[in-house]
């Protein structure tokens, strides 16, 4: 009669392979599977949503509608939100007419500043001065030091925004993305930072 093997097997691989049933009992994966992935929709919702701000009071007519501005003749108008209303520091803007040029503010042909009111800020540039195509990045300076702060990741942690509002989740957005058209009669265009 032969004589039966017995494995031994020691105490620490004995509570390993309790833990690996355990886990598949328990469906562990699914559930850090499932825990992920409300993760990321959470991390793209909080993203993709810009801050609610409100807007100036407007005046309204009889009928319900609402006056059109007066806009200044043969200019474009860069309006520049926040939601840092209490912040000292300037929001800073850069227009670029080139991939080239595009997130290097020296070589951006219009660089400017300006300190929020109400958490608003308005440029007013002539249309015969800009390209047929341009990209605009604003962003708040919020402690005035002259550059957009960043963390780990290279991460912006000053609010910041491109025109088109244009936003990817990860990495700035493309030129082509906040590629704007000059307008041929005056127009306003609206940017939020955050």
Not at 2 to 28: D, V
Request: no cysteine; aromatic share 8%; glycine share 6%.
């Amino acid at each position: 009669m032969p004589n039966p093997t017995i494995k031994l097997t020691s105490p620490e691989k004995r509570r390993k392979g309790q833990l690996k049933r355990a886990w598949k009992e328990s469906h562990g994966t699914a559930l850090l599977g499932f825990a992920l992935s409300i993760l990321v929709v959470g991390l793209v919702l909080i993203w993709f949503s810009p801050p609610k701000l409100e807007g100036p009071d407007l005046e309204v007519y009889v009928d319900g509608s609402v006056p059109a501005p007066e806009l200044p003749e043969n200019a474009l108008l860069i309006r520049v939100a926040t939601d840092q209303a209490v912040s000292t520091g300037p929001i800073r803007i850069a227009i670029y007419d080139s991939l080239e040029s595009f997130g290097n503010p020296e070589k951006a042909i219009i660089k400017d500043a300006l300190q929020p009111v109400d958490g608003f800020v308005v440029w007013e540039i002539d249309l015969d001065f800009l390209p047929d195509e341009f990209s605009i990045a604003a962003f708040h300076d919020l402690d005035n030091n002259g550059v957009l702060n960043r963390a780990l990741l290279n991460a912006p942690v000053e609010p910041y925004g491109f025109s088109n509002n244009a936003r990817n989740l990860f990495g700035p957005p493309t030129y082509d993305q906040t590629l704007v058209t000059r307008p041929t009669e005056p127009r306003v265009i609206e940017i939020r930072v955050y």
